[in-house]
């Protein structure tokens, strides 16, 4: 598996709980944090680790970094190595289930079960125009206008009417991010495309779906349960993009019975 041309980074990461491993990937632009409101119910079950990205939150982003999905992917398996852990459970929301989507593919060794959360097989022209507005609204309107941007993306209507100092907070975390990174990920993701290679996947899959998400529409979620083989389906109404923060005791309960059957299917102990 290629690396980034220093070779993997450290990566900043909240740690939590024992038991089998759960690994909690965020999305683009995004940082651990998206998971603060699930963490506390799996790490009464489970072994939490949710990092901060290359280049996302409190992990840096060395010159050189290409952003690839290899490179970020190296960096997991880094993370992994360093706590001599040999295989997870991978949970990715948006571009962190992309990522551990390839984990499955490229390093199954690694990998006991999947769930992706708002993910897809690849990008589609709808999600690379939403990325494109962002980067447009951001550049010609600046920061407050990309925040309302986002948050009228992000969240289901009615949950941003109940959570409306979310507006406040936002708008200021826009203020104080560099998004650069998030960008070339971004790009990086523009690409991605496994459909020819998803009905492989030979781990326990679950898959976690917004009925109402403007970003990565709910059909994706029906082409990944029918070509994976075995993968079941949960679809969440009145519920956009950001399920861990919109969901979280959905989430929490999506996730640790996925684990959970995971884990009764194998003969290994568990790290």
Do not use: C
């Amino acid at each position: 598996m290629p690396e980034g041309p220093g070779g993997p980074v450290a990566l900043a990461t909240r740690e939590e709980g024992n038991g089998p491993t759960v690994l909690l990937l965020h999305g683009i632009g995004g940082n651990r944090t998206v998971w603060n409101l699930v963490i506390p119910g799996l790490a009464e079950q489970f072994h939490v680790i949710a990092p901060d990205l290359r280049g996302h939150g409190r992990t840096p982003a060395p010159p050189g970094s290409t952003f690839t999905f290899d490179e970020m992917l190296a960096d997991v398996v880094h993370l992994l190595d360093e706590r001599r852990i040999d295989s997870a459970h991978w949970v990715g929301m948006s571009g962190g289930a992309l990522l551990a989507l390839r984990a499955a593919l490229d390093r199954r060794e690694r990998v006991r079960s999947l769930t992706m959360v708002s993910g897809s097989a690849y990008t589609d022209g709808h999600t690379r125009a939403i990325a494109q507005r962002w980067a447009e609204t951001y550049a010609k309107e600046g920061p407050d206008a990309f925040a309302l941007r986002l948050l009228k993306d992000l969240y289901y209507p009615d949950w941003i009417e109940a959570h409306m100092d979310l507006v406040d907070e936002l708008r200021k975390d826009v203020h104080d991010h560099d998004y650069r990174p998030a960008v070339r990920w971004a790009e990086a993701m523009g690409r991605f495309d496994e459909r020819n290679r998803i009905a492989s996947i030979s781990v326990p899959t679950l898959i976690v779906q917004a009925m109402d998400d403007a970003i990565v529409d709910a059909s994706h979620g029906r082409i990944l349960r029918q070509t994976i083989p075995g993968a079941q389906i949960r679809i969440l109404p009145q519920t956009g993009h950001m399920i861990p923060l919109e969901r979280p005791h959905e989430t929490v309960d999506a996730i640790a019975t996925a684990v959970r059957a995971a884990e009764s299917g194998r003969t290994g102990a568990p790290s």
